[in-house]
């Protein structure tokens, strides 16, 4: 997402490369509409229309989709939510991450835990029900206890969807930095893992699907956009450093932004494009398959990869079986809760 100094530029640049990029998925209609990743809360009413105008102009879009934008809890004033009243955008995602300060410090957020709780309120107050919040749990800051008052304030604002994700140090990062200076502590993995034990048990308990290894919801309110990435479907990603996937071919953007801003003279090297080997595809959709309620159908692969791939399969998942890391339901295999903590693990030794 463009910062306020190439704003105006990002905004031209993202209308002509949705021009661009529309045959990328065919006929197929669009369901879903997705802005995040940086600070999409940046964008004006007026802009922000002018991108679903132009979307809705080169792409077939369904009559509901779901509409998600990306916000901060210091991005909620008053102004702000009952300016998005005013666009097509039907379904917020809140990065909260803790509502504790000394948890937000650590991970370098300039909200504090009573922003993101006003935030929620005000997007209630103004009729915002689909609403999502990330959580993260894994911080040295953070005890078992203020994480489960993390999640005890998700369920009293009745929230149908949360997102929670186990703390995880990039190369590159401040938080990164940090650590290898001694400056801050690294994540404690035990404590990560009791934690991830109390997220599946209290969310079981308030009767959230864990429907992804990292997302829960309320029954009839799965994220859709996300859904996708996890059961195949096909996307188009547009911006810096996005991907998209027809089924055939996976394309990512260029991730400077002045490197991608350039796309009008170089179009043809704003992005690069690999063509999926069937082993790539069985891969992903083990990887992405066994992450899911849906599971990982044997059938499926059968049918799309051959008998080589089900062999294959039916072979490398014996030994999670009798470990009780996966279970086996009709023709589909499915993490445990004991497997859930292994998932990324235990689907490499699947792969082909």
């Known amino acids: 997402m463009a ?38 809360s940046l ?34 004033s008053e ?21 504790f300060d000394d948890d937000l410090k650590y991970l370098n957020r300039i909200h504090s835990g009573e922003d993101a709780l006003t935030a929620i309120k005000r997007l209630q107050d103004h009729g915002f029900t689909e609403l ?24 009293d604002f009745k929230l149908p969807h949360l997102s929670a994700y186990a703390l995880t140090v990039e190369d590159k990062t401040v938080l990164y930095a ?24 209290l969310t079981e308990e ?31 990603g547009l ?25 009008k003279e170089y179009y043809n090297e704003s992005f690069e494009e690999e063509i999926l080997s069937p082993d790539q595809r069985y891969n992903e959709y083990v990887m992405t398959s066994l992450r899911t309620v849906w599971g990982c159908d044997y059938d499926i692969v059968k049918e799309e990869f051959g008998n080589k791939y089900a062999k294959h399969l039916l072979k490398e998942v014996k030994a999670f079986i009798q470990e009780q890391k996966i279970e086996q339901r009709g023709n589909k295999f499915f993490l445990t809760n004991k497997g859930k903590l292994f998932a990324d693990g235990i689907a490499s030794e699947l792969f082909m």
């Open 79 to 99: 102004k702000w939510v009952k300016e998005m009243k005013n666009t097509p955008v039907n379904r917020i995602s809140l990065g909260v991450q803790s509502f």
């Open 239 to 263: 911006g810096p450093s996005a991907h998209s996937f027809n089924g055939k071919s996976r394309r990512w953007n260029k991730a400077g932004m002045k490197a991608w801003l350039g796309l």
């Open 178 to 201: 940090l650590i290898q200076k001694k400056k801050l502590k690294a994540p404690p993995e035990d404590a990560m893992i009791e934690q991830f034990k109390i997220l599946i048990k």
């Open 132 to 155: 999502t919040i990330d959580l993260i749990y894994g911080m040295p800051t953070l005890t078992n206890e203020k994480w489960e008052q993390n999640l005890n304030s998700f369920i």
């Open 3 to 40: 910062s306020v100094k190439y704003k105006d530029e990002f905004i031209n640049t993202l209308l002509d490369e949705i021009k661009r990029q529309r045959n990328y998925l065919g006929d197929q209609i669009i369901n879903t509409i997705y802005l995040g990743g940086g600070t999409p």
């Open 43 to 76: 964008l004006s009413v007026d802009e922000l229309n002018a991108i679903f105008s132009c979307l809705n102009n080169n792409f077939h879009i369904s009559k509901n989709p779901e509409i998600t934008l990306e916000a901060n809890p210091d991005d909620i």
């Open 206 to 236: 308030w009767d959230y699907t864990h429907y992804e290894i990292s997302n829960f919801a309320q029954k009839g309110h799965y994220s859709k956009h996300n859904s996708l990435y996890w059961t195949g479907g096909h996307y188009l």
